[in-house]
């Protein structure tokens, strides 16, 4: 499905199953909505707009072993739309879902989660080269790992002493200074200054106020193989 507006839009539409699709250079790759009991399983998004995968109203659902690349940020009349900076997977108000083995790549955005999504289970997936890897807004703490096994993070910077496989330092994407840009937009015009390294710099120093977030204790070391990406094999 390609050049289309949707390339998949499930409304209202539960107990379905939707695998082995490609969409290419739609506005919205998978556009899930209202709907529960899907199974998700190994389809590709490539060069989509918007979003890759999105979640609105989606619960007790499976998504795996899917692949998202270089998903573009929407744009209208040359001006980029807000809220659409190009996400590989947005999940809104979504609850009680499993997602797994999928790959988020090389999209400006990985993964926004908001409006209460914070009962999922989301471990053994891939995020690779975006250009911000999360967003979440809200101060409630979230777990991305199970069973001892997170997710793959291409920008994880710890160290694996034991040669297991899985980091020994927790993965935190986002720290106070990404919740004042997000707050207050207009303070990513001084996005690169000095003062906001400085901010950084004192915020990793001094943690003295730590709100909670995101966080994956067993972040993985190599990124897990993907069964809907051709250059890779299937997912274990």
């Known amino acids: ?31 899930l909505m209202q709907s529960r009991q899907l199974t998700v399983t190994d389809n590709t998004s490539d060069h989509d707009q918007n979003y890759g995968l999105l979640m609105n109203y989606i619960t007790y659902s499976t998504l795996k072993n899917n692949f998202v690349t270089a998903v573009q940020p929407g744009s209208g009349d040359g001006v980029h739309i807000s809220g659409a900076e190009g996400k590989a ?15 988020f790549e090389h999209s400006a955005l990985g993964i926004h989660l908001t409006a209460g999504s914070e009962d999922n289970r989301i471990y053994h997936n891939s995020f690779i080269g975006n250009q911000q890897q999360v967003k979440y807004v809200a101060i409630r703490y979230q777990e991305w790992s199970h069973e001892g096994k997170g997710n793959y ?18 993965y935190e994407p986002n720290d106070n200074v990404d919740r004042l840009l997000w707050i207050y937009p207009q303070v990513r015009l001084l996005m690169h200054s000095p003062s906001i390294e400085l901010l950084r710099l004192v915020q990793r120093a001094f943690p003295v106020v730590k709100y909670p977030g995101v966080q994956d204790s067993f972040p993985l070391m190599r990124p897990v193989s993907n069964a809907a990406n051709p250059a890779k094999g299937r997912s274990e």
């Open 89 to 103: 997977l947005f999940i809104y108000n979504s609850l009680f879902n499993t997602l797994s083995g999928n790959q």
């Open 153 to 170: 993070w291409s920008d994880y910077l710890g160290w694996d002493r034991n040669s297991d496989g899985v980091g020994d330092v927790p």
């Open 1 to 31: 499905m390609r050049d289309l507006r949707y390339g998949v839009h499930y409304m209202f539409s539960n107990r379905n199953e939707v695998t082995h699709n490609r969409t290419e250079r739609t506005r919205t790759g998978y556009a």
